[in-house]
């Protein structure tokens, strides 16, 4: 009876299904009946029992986190971020990242307006559904009512984190 035509591909498939003596009896008669063949046929065993070995031993995720498990923002964070979680920690808003507080807009509780001069442009929308906009100079010193609907906003100075 003819053997069988071997390929690589059978042999992992059957891998786990036939018996160990079975394999070396079918393998060592293939390789006598065809002797050119042999060095190229014992290279693949040797990688595919290498593969299969490694496979097994190998998990099945990795852990991208070098030993303490998955790194928090602030041990991740770098540059400007970075930045900014400090500044955050410390109970500072370095570059206004957050929802700007709303003022009642009186003498009382004028809108805060930083600034790292003296003086700066302000745009007011005087009513909620106004389309143009009332631009004017605020600067430095008490609060100042806009020219239009008189609403306050005060110049608070505001230094950079740099």
């Avoid at 004017?136 to 008189?150: A, E, N, T």
Wanted: hydrophobic content about 35%; aromatic content about 8%; charged content about 25%.
């Amino acid at each position: 009876m003819p053997a069988p035509h071997w390929s690589p591909h059978l042999s992992l498939r059957r891998f786990g299904v036939a018996s160990v003596q079975e394999t070396a009896v079918f393998r060592s008669r293939y390789l006598r009946e065809r002797p050119g063949v042999m060095a190229g046929r014992l290279l693949l065993r040797a990688c595919a029992t290498t593969l299969r070995s490694n496979v097994a031993l190998r998990p099945l995720y990795r852990s991208m986190a070098s030993g303490g498990g998955i790194p928090t923002d602030e041990e991740q964070a770098t540059g400007l971020e970075r930045r900014i979680i400090m500044g955050f920690k410390e109970g500072k808003d370095p570059y206004s990242v957050r929802v700007p507080k709303s003022y009642s807009a009186t003498k009382e509780d004028p809108q805060i307006v930083p600034c790292t001069g003296n003086k700066r442009l302000v745009g007011c929308l005087c009513e909620e559904d106004n389309t143009a906009i009332v631009w004017f100079w605020l600067h430095d010193g008490p609060s100042q009512r806009c020219p239009s609907c008189g609403a306050y906003y005060k110049l608070v100075h505001n230094e950079l984190p740099h």
